[in-house]
């Protein structure tokens, strides 16, 4: 099975694959660790990250994909731009994207540990998501 995390951070979104084998849970080895929404009022810009992130979905063939839901309201909301990072990410027609709560993930690393070595400490948060997926499948 293959999932994918995803953290939205601002105008960039971060991703890490994970796939369980019989035996070990691997990284997905993938040049494709973040992308960043530059100019959000860039029509071609806008275009090409939508592109770039199902190009990306459609190469490796993910089980499941999921993204880090964000606060929507007061002091802890989210950036305005991840909300349309969020929208491009959901227009991809061949698999459906789950959102997991923050809390939801807190509860679940209370009696659980994250066995995945990252390589960038930028994606513990998408990767913690992807660990989630795969021991909840």
Partial sequence: MTVLGISLEGSTAIFS????????????SSKF??????????SKEVQSFLETVHSFFEGIQFDRIAIIKRGTK?????????FK???????????????????????FYKKNTNTTV?????QKSANDLAFYLLENS
Avoid: C, M, N, W
């Fill in 85 to 107: 990072i969020e929208g491009l990410i959901q227009t991809y027609k061949s698999k459906d994207i789950e959102f997991i709560a923050p809390a939801t993930l807190r509860a």
């Fill in 118 to 122: 990252l390589k960038y400490k930028y």
């Fill in 33 to 42: 660790r973040k992308l960043e929404l530059k100019d959000h009022l860039d």
């Fill in 74 to 82: 007061g002091s802890f909301a989210a950036s305005p731009i991840s």
């Fill in 17 to 28: 694959g994970l796939e369980k084998t019989s035996s070990e849970i691997v990284t997905i």
